[in-house]
């Protein structure tokens, strides 16, 4: 799969809340397909000038995960229960889950 990205946009924001997030991924239960998907979208954010952390820290705006479609994570594992205290952060993030469902599911 190849990733074309345009040239990033200037550096001014077009409106007041658009702005630069600090964004890092945790994954879960992963596919092929979900780790080259995460993996192109974190290269994205990182070439528009975001700030792409290795591991979750302060200060971060996003938290990626990635889960399985049908099964139900119990709230002492889920990371939009305990993001911010596994973590140490000062406020949770926007955790962003994302999973694979195949048209058969």
Not at 7 to 16: E, G, I, V
């Amino acid at each position: 799969m190849t990733i074309i990205i345009p040239n990033p946009p200037s550096l001014k924001p077009a409106h007041d809340w658009l702005r630069q997030v600090n964004i890092a991924y945790t994954p879960g239960p992963t596919t092929p397909l979900l780790d080259e998907f995460a993996h192109g979208l974190l290269s994205c954010f990182d070439q528009y000038g975001h700030t792409v952390q290795d591991n979750p820290h302060n200060p971060l705006d996003v938290l990626l995960t990635t889960t399985t479609f049908g099964q139900p994570v119990g709230w002492r594992k889920a990371l939009l229960a305990h993001a911010r205290k596994r973590y140490s952060l000062e406020h949770t993030p926007t955790i962003i889950n994302l999973l694979q469902v195949s048209p058969r599911q």
